[in-house]
C-alpha cells in the first residue's frame, strides 16, 4: 500500500504524519546557518524512522507516494528549493513532492475553505491573507531580527530584556528576574532563537501572577499581532467581515490570555475564529487533495 506523507517543519520542531495511518514522528527544529538543509533532511530521517518509514542509508523507498511539506525555512535562493524537494524524494522515495513554506500549511489547515487570515505564531509569526480570487498576501514572516512582531522569540526576548534591566538596577523590579537563566549565555548557543522564545511562558506565567513588566510585555505583544491582522485584512477586497484563525504554539500555550486582547483592539471586520485543524492537518491537505488556491508550491516528481 502506498502511503502520503505530512510534514510540518517550524523552528522548534519538525513533525511528520503517515496517511492514512496516522504514524507520527518528530525531528529538531529549523537552525540558521550554513548547514540549515543538511539538518532539515536529518530531522525529517529521524521522524520517518520513528514514524516507521524505514529510510536506509537515504535510500529510495518505493512505498510512499506523496510528501507535502511546510517548513519555516524555505529555501529561498534561485533552485534551492527544487534542489531541496529532490533531496526529500530520494530520501524517502517518494513518487512526488510538494514543498512550501509553513504559512501555506498553516493557512491550509486552520481555514479548509481558503478564505481569511491566518496568523501563525511560535517561535516566530507570519500571516497570510487568502482572498476570495485565490490571491494571497504574507505579513511578516520576516525573521527574529527584523520582524516576527508578537512571536514567542519577541515575548522572550522582551523577558530577558527586563530581566537584564531589573538586574541591573535599570528598571523596574520583576517576577521574571527570579529565573535562574543567563541571557548572556544565550550568545554562544547555536539554538539562540529557540532558546530565547522558551521564555515566553514564563512572561505569560507572571503576567497571570499580575506581574506589571510581564503584563505590559504580552500586552505590546497583543498590540503588534493585532496590528498584523488590521493590515491583513485591509488586503483583501470588500468590506464582509473576515475570518481569522490564530494558530500555532505560542497561541495554543496563552489561549484567551493572549486572545483576548487581541480581540479587544481589533476592527469589526477582523471576526476571531477557531482554527478547524493545525499547520500538519493543512500539510496532511496538500498531501491529498489538490492544492486548490494555494499555488504558491514547489512540485518535484519522480522521473518514471
Not at 522548534?12 to 532539515?40: E, F, K, N, Q
Not at 537584564?164 to 538596577?169: F, L
Request: with cysteine; net charge negative; aromatic share 4%.
Amino acid at each position: 500500500m502506498k502511503v502520503n506523507v505530512a510534514i510540518d517543519g517550524g523552528q522548534s520542531a519538525l513533525r511528520l504524519r503517515v496517511l492514512p495511518t496516522g504514524a507520527t514522528g518528530v525531528g529538531s527544529g529549523y537552525i540558521h546557518g550554513p548547514h540549515a538543509t543538511d539538518h532539515m533532511l536529518e530531522a525529517i530521517r529521524g521522524a520517518a524512522t520513528e514514524a516507521g518509514l524505514a529510510v536506509p542509508g537515504g535510500g529510495a523507498r518505493p512505498t510512499v507516494g506523496v510528501v507535502a511539506l511546510g517548513l519555516t525555512g524555505y529555501p529561498p535562493a534561485p533552485g534551492a528549493a527544487e534542489a531541496f524537494a529532490a533531496q526529500v524524494l530520494q530520501l524517502l522515495g517518494a513518487d512526488e513532492v510538494r514543498l512550501t513554506q509553513d504559512m501555506v500549511t498553516a493557512h491550509a489547515g486552520a481555514l479548509p475553505d481558503g478564505y481569511g487570515v491566518v496568523v501563525a505564531a511560535g517561535t516566530g509569526l507570519v500571516c497570510l491573507a487568502v482572498d476570495r480570487d485565490g490571491s494571497w498576501h504574507k505579513l511578516d514572516g520576516h525573521g527574529y531580527l527584523f520582524g516576527d512582531a508578537g512571536s514567542a522569540f519577541a515575548i522572550g526576548r522582551a523577558g530577558l530584556r527586563a530581566v537584564q534591566r531589573a538586574r541591573d538596577g535599570r528598571g523596574p523590579v520583576t517576577k521574571l528576574a527570579e529565573t535562574t537563566l543567563d541571557p548572556i549565555a544565550y550568545y554562544r548557543s547555536q539554538t539562540l532563537v529557540d532558546d530565547v522564545a522558551r521564555f515566553a511562558p514564563d512572561v505569560l506565567r507572571c503576567a497571570a501572577e499580575g506581574d506589571v513588566v510581564a503584563l505590559d510585555i504580552l500586552a505590546g505583544a497583543a498590540a503588534d499581532i493585532a496590528e498584523t491582522i488590521e493590515a491583513a485584512v485591509k488586503k483583501l477586497v470588500g468590506t464582509d467581515p473576515v475570518p481569522v484563525a490564530c494558530v500555532g504554539g505560542l497561541f495554543a500555550g496563552a489561549g484567551e490570555q493572549l486572545l483576548d486582547p487581541v480581540r479587544a483592539v481589533l476592527s469589526a471586520r477582523a471576526h476571531l475564529v477557531p482554527a478547524a485543524g493545525s499547520s500538519l492537518d493543512g500539510a496532511e491537505r496538500l498531501a491529498t487533495a489538490e492544492p486548490g488556491p494555494y499555488t504558491a508550491l514547489t512540485v518535484i516528481q519522480r522521473k518514471q
